[in-house]
């Protein structure tokens, strides 16, 4: 099992940007992917980013892709999502999970370890 832990949400206006970190513990982290999930009130959780165990491949969704960016830092047992140019839309609770080994998903249901949750909120 990977313990996660995220960090760095908050309260910004549109436009502005937001860094979220994820700590794990536990198991290989750098065996793994990772990615980002978030989750609005009242919808289901959708997909955000990901990234392969190597950092080499990433995926997005196409409501964040040229804004958002996923890395990884294997050394720290880190990953990290960096939002810029942020809307109203992407007000959620995200989330940081551990996904298959070395290969990421965009299917949440791939993912076996979830952090708490960081809240997001984007004021117009």
């Known amino acids: 099992q990977v313990q996660l832990v995220e960090s760095g949400g908050g309260l910004v206006q549109a436009g502005d940007s937001l860094r979220l970190s994820c700590a794990a513990s536990?198991?290989?982290?750098?065996?793994?992917?990772m990615g980002w999930f978030r989750q609005a009130p009242g919808k289901e959780r959708e997909f955000v980013a990901a990234i392969s165990w190597s950092g080499g491949n990433t995926g997005y969704a196409d409501s964040v892709k040229g804004r958002f960016t996923i890395s990884r830092d294997n050394a720290k047992n880190t990953v990290t999502l960096q939002m810029n140019s942020l809307k109203p839309e992407d007000t959620a609770v995200y989330y940081c999970?551990?996904?298959?080994?070395?290969?990421?998903?965009?299917?949440?249901?791939?993912?076996?370890?979830w952090g708490q949750g960081t809240q997001v909120t984007v004021s117009s």
């Open positions: 536990g198991r290989t982290f750098n065996s793994y992917a």
């Open positions: 999970a551990r996904g298959p080994m070395y290969t990421y998903s965009y299917n949440p249901y791939n993912y076996g370890d």
